[in-house]
């Protein structure tokens, strides 16, 4: 019985040991640049990221091993064919690139991972993840570009307003064999929606993304596995106009236009048996330009004639005799891409709050928030009754559309009726920027429930919250989140509603770094860099409006110089130093090419907006006239050259170019010398003109001398306190530092103040008239239509910014970006007494929620496993340096 004890003491003795060995420590999210489970993407060293998850405190990783096979079973086993990291001693856990055997095209790739805690002990092996690769060279395409490259029927492509039909095109297959696995891949300009036997494949709207077409068009991958049997097989194609087909030709002003809707189209088939065929697009599909998508175009809208619609188009045995070969045409560009961002989507339903009928009629719905999106339309009518929607964000005062200010745009959905009882309508290829709909043409009275709103946007990850005892700010963070995301476009769009909705650079030089605490703009903001750098001219000029559509190479420094600001927000939010890497050459090249045409006397005297939007006196005009509230061109563009020479010269040491980080910091020092010698009058001790603008900029970019700092902040705080009575003061270029210059120099409280009205001009000014997002005036209720969109988010700044990283107090450190490190250091203002913000970053969340009663201060903070933070305690001189977990301080502070 003893040697059984003993035997049974020692087998447990082994088990506890054994089991000791892998800790609570667990590894979540996996994620492949920066997206769960991709389909085709192009990188051939794709990036790995995931999240630790642990309950002990201070917890982070010291090593890792990665997994990666050909097929889930030999992971399971753990043979790993393609690669085995080995355990690698790093506590990265964020984009860690792919090492193994070459990767091919269309290769099922999957991964797993495990990690070693703070104590040296390994995880259990991670959820497996997987990706698959796209066509990574030409030669892989075998499928041929198809079209029709002429108008035909009703279509008018050579007036301003353009008519263009849809194209639907069709092709019938067989199947020989039981399907195991088959991939789609598709390009379709300018949009397209795919079919196969009579489904629509995937929940994507307006795809593909836009792109700088003579340089690229991107493609998208689906796993069509599920939609394809043994035997016949259809596959269908409506191809739309998107931005491909221009919706104009000189207004408002000239726009390039690129052919006519085409498609690229191939699927990989994989047998069970592991046979293959491939199904292409070619000259043997069939097409037609006469189905029930009349017209459709961005900034007028969509014709739908339910009359013609083609039952059973996308199915086996439909009749497509009285249809047309399709052509082949020439390819929309000369590269295509993997599309590495998420697509557009229908993420939400918005249901009207009332509908009105100011005239005879005429019924106006009103859904309630200023959207981006379309409508969905149930109605009863006979054949060929015509329903109208048009759309528009505000009123006249008789109840009617204010649609001043959406200018030429015609803004209209049409739906002719088939005659068959109840039947809803929702656009394919058109999108609207709207709060209110008029509907004309109803059989009838509609019902509230006969109109529902669809938002569409680029369908990112939600990555922030922020709410805060003043109602007014966090209306404020409403407003913004319903402005930014309905711009998302797959570019950062200026506008959704009127004869523009362009990807205007300077809207987003600092306020893509607000963007990056609210959603997981990696990706969309990567892309965006790649269409921006495809508009570069040889020369090295760049347009400001990427991808050109409107070709305005202006060689202005505000605007132009954005993508270098945008590569430094990638840095500092993501740790992304890839993004350096493959945007140095450009940069670059942009830099000379404005030292070598524009510098004169180490100035750079360029720029052609001005502060854009500086709120004007008279409520009626655009921009002031004002001079005292004017900035120099001169003064702007060389203080903006030399922030972004001192941004390269931080890049050019990142990625250990030394001679380029000398030169451009040689450059940068003289700028200095010479922007001072110039703009800055020691007598009267100001900058230019004291504009406000001219302030900021000098200290925000550090061009202020030492010794002059106080007594220019304090020709700030006189402009803003006593000339503009705490109220705004600044355009567009002076917003993107107004809030933390205030804060950085003691003045959070004036920030505050300034932030918090509620008359003309501000935030609050907005909201008081009704606002659901930002306005592109301060003025917006009254100014001229010519320029006055209800949805623009450039007057931000750095609103957001200032919510996070001084309200809230979180904030990435420079030096460990990513927010690796930390940097947690709240700003109390008064009349604030609570804040309560969370941020999703590269290692997890990060909470921090404080409140402040009285002379107590109490905060709750929650640091990532992997992360660490330097937290700065209201009312203590030195901050305390913590891991990762769960904190909860208090203080005694001074009112």
Known sequence: ???????????????????????????????????????????????????????????????????????PELLEEGKADLWDSKKVPSGNSSMAEYQGAPLTSGMMVNWKIRIWNAEDQPSMWSEAAFFSMGLLAPGDWKASWIGLDRAVGNDEPDIEHRVLSARYLRKEFQLAKPVKRAMAYIVGMGTYELYLNGGKVGDHVLSPALSEYPKRSYYITYDVTDQLNKGQNTAGVILGNGRYFSPRINEPTPTITYGFPKLLLQMEIEYEDGSETTVVSDVSWKLTANGPIRENNEYDGEFYDARMELTGWGKNGYDDSGWMQAEGVEPSSP??????????????????????????????????????????????????NMVKQRFAETLKEDGTLYLANIRGARVTDIYVAKGEGEETFEPRFVFHGFRFVEVTGYPGTPELSSVEGKVIHDDLESTGQFECSNPLINQIYKNAIWGIRGNYRSIPTDCPQRDERQGWLGDRAAGSRGESYMFDIQNLYRKWLVDIFDTQRESGSISDVCPAYWPFYNDNVTWAGTPIQIVKMLYDQYGDIDVIEESYGPMKKWIDYMIENYLKDDLMPRDTY????????????????????????????????????????GCAEILDKVDDAKYFNEMAKRMKTAFNKAFFNPETQQYSNNSATSNILALAFELVPEKYEQVVFENLIEKIEVEHHAHITTGLIGQEYFNRILTKYGRADLAYTVNTQTDYPGYGYMIEHGATTIWELWNGNTADPAMNSGNHVMLLGDFLIWLYEDLAGIKPDPADPGFKHIIMKPVLVSGLNHVKASHRSPYGWIESEWERS??????????PPNSHASVFIPGKDEPEEIGSGTFHFTNQINQ
């Open 1 to 71: 019985m003893r040697n059984f004890q003993k035997i049974f003491g020692l087998a447990l003795l082994v088990i506890i040991i054994a089991c000791s060995q892998v800790t609570d420590v667990k590894v979540i999210e996996l994620q492949t640049e920066g997206r769960n489970h991709p389909l085709g993407i192009d990188r051939v060293q794709p990036r790995l990221s995931w999240l630790m998850e642990s309950t002990v405190k201070d917890d982070h990783q010291t090593g890792y091993q990665i997994l990666v096979a050909t097929s």
């Open 335 to 384: 590269e295509i891409s993997a599309q590495m961002i998420e697509p557009m989507r229908i993420t939400e339903t918005i249901k009207p709050v009332a509908v009105s009928s100011p005239e005879p009629g005429v019924y106006i719905f009103d859904m309630g928030q200023n959207l981006v999106g379309w409508t969905k339309l149930k109605v009863t009518a006979e054949a060929g």
């Open 854 to 863: 009285g002379d107590l201060f109490e905060w709750h903070i929650t640091i």
């Open 610 to 649: 001005g502060d854009w939007c500086v709120p004007p006196i008279d409520p009626l005009v655009i921009h002031t006239k004002n001079p005292a509230r004017l900035t120099a061109g001169d003064y702007l563009g060389t203080s903006f050259f030399y922030h972004n020479l001192m941004v390269m010269t």
